[in-house]
């Protein structure tokens, strides 16, 4: 089977040309790797330092204007071809060599939907929660995972996770519409009510704050987040 890794990209310029060497590196033993970038009008220097990657195979896709990054990785979805789709944030937060894991569940099948979350633990007080920063994250996120878990019937730890592997022909039957990351909890959504279990998997992840690029702000998109579940839920 192939993996379609869509890697999503604006104004990563300090760290995209690491993430694009690690996915390259990543080897997969049962799966054929495909790879998709798509900048979504970076302002800074990440547009010339994708060009300039010698990554073989990799498909890259310029949006000329900052749409969001749900539309980012909707245009990846477009021209993937592969059995199963994962998204890799083009920052150094995750470790796409937790890829592996996910696929370790797929068991060969073609209608498997697997999660990697950060949250399935108490807060770490000591290391990542040590700031409210993160401390509001954590909590905003265990509530988001928790809500969606009562709406939708199925006990979920992370659900705004990065890291969503899912088949080709899932999206394939939904017509996405998110342009932000409104589109963490609309695929989620859209995946349960067509009847995919999600699995979930642990893995471990680097935090970066706003003064490295962090872009998500859970207070702003918290309540984005609640209408998506509520409106796919109930109305759409």
């Not at 979350?117 to 954590?138: A, C, V």
């Not at 509530?143 to 878990?149: E, M, V």
């Not at 579940?229 to 109305?235: A, D, E, N, S």
């Amino acid at each position: 089977m192939k993996l379609s890794i869509i890697i999503p990209v604006y104004n990563e310029q300090k760290t995209i040309s690491e993430v694009l060497k690690k996915v390259e590196d990543l080897k997969l033993d049962d799966f054929e790797k495909e790879i998709i970038v798509v900048d979504d009008g970076s302002k800074d220097t990440s547009k010339e330092k994708i060009k300039k990657a010698k990554v073989n195979g990799m498909k890259i896709y310029f949006h000329e204007r900052n749409m969001g990054k749900g539309a980012a990785i909707r245009t990846g979805v477009e021209h993937a071809t592969g059995d199963y789709i994962v998204i890799q944030d083009a920052d150094t937060e995750y470790n796409p060599e937790d890829i592996k894991k996910l696929l370790s569940v797929v068991n060969n099948s073609k209608d498997s939907v697997v999660y990697g979350t950060r949250l399935n633990r108490m807060p770490n007080f000591g290391k990542d929660e040590r700031t409210l920063l993160f401390f509001s994250h954590y909590f905003g996120n265990r509530f988001l995972s928790l809500f969606t878990s009562m709406l939708y019937g199925q006990w979920l730890t992370d659900m705004e996770t990065c890291y969503k592997l899912f088949p080709k022909a899932a999206v394939s039957k939904m017509k996405l519409e998110s342009r932000g990351f409104a589109f963490e909890p609309e695929i989620t959504a859209k995946l349960l009510k067509l009847g995919y279990k999600i699995k979930e998997i642990s893995i471990t992840t680097k935090p970066r704050d706003y003064s490295e690029g962090k872009k998500l702000h859970a207070w702003k998109e918290g309540p984005i987040a609640l209408w998506t579940l509520l409106k796919y839920r109930f109305i759409n």
